[in-house]
């Protein structure tokens, strides 16, 4: 895509973003519903245009994940009642971004990063159990498992591959469960000060990182 439409669709994606914070922390809904998925969509707008112009298997994969994503945003914003969709939603997403990471190096890329990534998130899984409702025991698993094998796939291929596209992806992907690990925690364990900035401003830096690695992949 031409430099300036993504500048265009970044100034957008800023502009969303800081509408739904708006709305998050001084609990205006009717923002958060308008620009939460638009944020994404925007995002989105980003990966297909890269798409169009090198037609690749990664950003494909990609576009996949974002579209996932999408629908757990919707999903989420109202948890109460479609957490587990939200979450089915986005461990779409995880597989989707785990394919695209695996289309030029086989997983696990690194196994010692694999293992280092792991690790925290076992340790939060763990640290969550007890609290988990019962329904959700199985499914945070299965999500965790994904998100770390991601994550780590990502900065195995940064490491490998040493790639600007690569290393986008890398800190994007690690931004991902910076947001995720503080969601969880502030679901299920204890309310966390300004949550909804802490875990929407680096999910937001951590799609835009990814949907921009598709530039140049």
């Avoid at 986005?90 to 690194?110: E, I, M």
């Avoid at 763990?126 to 025991?137: E, M, N, Q, R």
Wanted: charged share 10%; proline share 7%; glycine share 4%.
């Amino acid at each position: 895509m031409t430099k300036s439409s993504f500048t265009a669709l970044s100034l957008l994606t800023v502009l969303a973003v800081l509408l739904t914070l708006t709305g998050a922390l001084f609990s205006q809904f009717p923002l958060e519903i308008a620009f939460k998925p638009l944020a994404t969509v925007f995002i989105l707008l980003i990966a297909v245009a890269n798409w169009r112009q090198w037609r690749d298997p990664y950003s494909f994969w990609i576009i996949v994940g974002l579209f996932f994503s999408l629908v757990g945003d919707v999903a989420l914003l109202w948890p109460t009642h479609y957490f587990l969709p939200g979450l089915g939603a986005f461990l779409c997403t995880h597989v989707a971004y785990l394919f695209a990471f695996t289309r030029n190096v086989r997983f696990p890329a690194r196994p010692g990063v694999w293992l280092l990534y792991l690790a925290p998130v076992a340790a939060l899984y763990a640290f969550l159990f007890p609290v988990l409702p019962a329904g959700l025991k199985l499914p945070v698993a299965f999500y965790s498992l994904f998100l770390a094998s991601m994550a780590a796939q990502s900065m195995g291929c940064f490491l490998i591959l040493r790639t600007p596209a690569a290393r986008l992806a890398a800190f994007g992907t690690l931004f991902f469960m910076i947001s995720d690990s503080l969601l969880s925690l502030d679901r299920f364990r204890t309310p966390i000060p300004l949550a909804p900035l802490l875990v929407l401003f680096p999910y937001y830096v951590a799609q835009w990182l990814v949907a921009s690695s598709t530039n140049s992949s």
